[in-house]
């Protein structure tokens, strides 16, 4: 069964070694164990439902509090301290065009709010519910989840928007299919979430991003259905599935969605590379992209993060090992790692590997073909779950994301983690703070910055805590005109910072775009921006 309040399975722990809890402590200092609070204390808090008896709502306490919020920091001090104080009214669990209908209708007619739901794996406050009097149903589309049309000659799969990443991928290879869109959150979130917040996966280099995945679909809105028709490209005016991407549920539902898939690859294998320190990594990188390797992943850690990944997996003997070898190469201190993937024909992929090693060594880097790829491929979905671990031993860890050009991505990291170490002096608390360029294009990579600090044993101190760091780096990252978000989209949390790079005009435009299809400013408010 999923966590209520944390992330994962709760049948799945990550192996936090002694190792790795002594590594954060030298740093940060002793964190304090704060019991989380019970989920039967956070069921007395749920109010009455403010919503009708209907036959597809259910306002079972437990249900609402599983949907009240998702990933992000305050959502996690919320639940985790038990101080949820908004809960949606109930839950809808469509099963059919139909159902989605129904709601919609009765949403316009007893004007309540509606959320919709793919996977609740959102960072950023997507699909809490606001403040306001009015009623709110939350929408899961877990129901909504079937394989639908598969167009084996085209590449082209149609699915129900509420289809989970894993699902998707073995209704996919049952026919010799993969989809290829690998978000971190892949073990519970949907293509409905995906498209709804134009998120992207660790291969998107291979792949595409979601927008380049995504070709159409079927939105159902308080105004009637948006159909989206799938073509390859089009010239016929502007693209509007453009506002289906990144809608944050204002608009409507999407029910289905039809995407472009792959064939299943031949071959696929992950690397690490070691750099003797950040510049001979960072010049190789962009080489690299620049020549446009068909590489299908590529990523490059800064010091910090080699070494705490290095720490944190807990893999002490192998660890050592490493650290011996890397040293007698010359690999010491400012050593960074990065990672590739190659996927597709064996036949190509002998010849990519020859081109990275190729440019790697031009830069002093060695490549390891036969561990480090495997581990990272072997723990990408399970890492997440180490925040679990942290956050029972008193460390509160978050993550922000941007994009820029190669010509100054590496300044602004360097700006963006001085202000979060920075951030919390005045209180005399020391953070981990380290980054990684997580997905490349020609022109740019995004930065990918992780912070950690401790909590306390009072959430609002902890989540002012957050908030200052939050503040100081989202600052920069506006500064420096990078975009407030790469891949987690804006929700509230990022909602202040939205109009330095729309403008005025363009907020008004969407606004006024969303209102076409939900007059009545029912679904998912607050999200975005705040209402005029
Ligand atoms: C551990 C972890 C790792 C993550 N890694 C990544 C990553 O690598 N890349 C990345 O891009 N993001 C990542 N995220 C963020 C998150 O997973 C993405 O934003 C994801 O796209 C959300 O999908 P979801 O199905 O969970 O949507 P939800 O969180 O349920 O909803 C997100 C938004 O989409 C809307 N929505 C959902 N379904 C529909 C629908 N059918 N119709 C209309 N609107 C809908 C909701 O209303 C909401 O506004 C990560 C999150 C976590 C917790």
Known sequence: MKRWNGWGREEYNYHFAPSAQAFVEKIVGK????????????IKRVPKSRLPEHALFNNDAELRIRHSRGQSFPDWVALRYGNVDHFPDAVAVPASKEDIESILAL???GNFNVIPYGGGTSVVGHINVDSGDTPTLTVDMEKYNQLLDLDAISNRATFGAGVR????EDALAAHGFRFGHYPQSHEFSTLGGWVASRSVGTQCYYYGRIEQLFLGGSMHTPQGIFEMLPFSASAAGPDLRHFALGSEGRMGIISEATVRISPLPEFEHFYAVFF?????????????????????????????????????????KLVNLADKGLRLIGMGEERCMMLFGITGLASGARSTLRQVQHIARQHHGFVEKWYIGKMWYDSRFTTPYLRNNLWECGYALDTLESVFPWSNVADVKDEVENALFSGLQEENENLIVFSHLSHMYTDGASLYVTYLFRRTADPQQTLERWKKLKKAASEVIVK???????QHGVGVDHRPYLPSEKGELGMQAMQNFYRTFDPQGLMNPDKLYLER
């Open 107 to 109: 949403a316009k007619k």
């Open 165 to 168: 990443g894993p699902d998707m």
């Open 276 to 316: 003797p320190d950040w510049e001979s990594g960072f010049t190789a990188l962009r080489e690299m992209v620049q020549s446009r390797l068909d590489v299908s992943m590529l990523r490059l850690l800064d010091k910090f993060e080699t070494e705490t990944t290095l720490q944190l997996s807990g893999k002490e």
């Open 31 to 42: 964190g304090i164990r704060i019991k989380d609070a019970e989920l039967a204390s956070v």
């Open 480 to 486: 420096h005109h990078g975009t407030i978000s790469h």
